[in-house]
């Protein structure tokens, strides 16, 4: 089993600037893949951003050129800088693993952390 934590949410105008932090533990070795997803008011929780073991990488259409996903596997830790942010990217941003290759579907990942909220004002 594998621990999720997340960290860095808060409020920012738009085009302000806020970075995530998802801190593994427990059994990490198993991981293959990790995302971070966002659920907003009334919305469906989607999938933003994946990276893979080796670092392959991929976004949604909606976050490209403005969010970026890296890991520092010394730390098993999990980062999102989020750049030019919209009031649309409000929403509760979660982090999330996987034991196999990398999908954005939210149904494929078996490891949850409890959420942070990003919350953008116009």
């Known amino acids: 089993q594998a621990q999720l934590v997340e960290s860095g949410g808060g409020s920012v105008q738009a085009g302000g600037s806020l970075r995530l932090s998802c801190a593994a533990s427990g059994y990490t070795a198993g991981i293959y893949c990790m995302g971070w997803f966002r659920q907003g008011p009334g919305k469906e929780r989607e999938g933003v951003a994946v990276i893979a073991r080796d670092g392959t990488t991929s976004y949604t259409d909606s976050v490209k050129d403005r969010f970026t996903i890296s890991q520092d596997n010394a730390k098993n830790t999990l980062y999102l800088q989020m750049d030019s942010l919209k009031p649309e990217d409000t929403g509760i941003y979660y982090c999330?693993?996987?034991?196999?290759?990398?999908?954005?579907?939210?149904?494929?990942?078996?490891?949850w952390g409890q959420g942070t909220q990003v919350t953008v004002s116009s």
């Open positions: 999330a693993a996987r034991s196999w290759s990398c999908t954005m579907l939210v149904g494929f990942f078996n490891y």
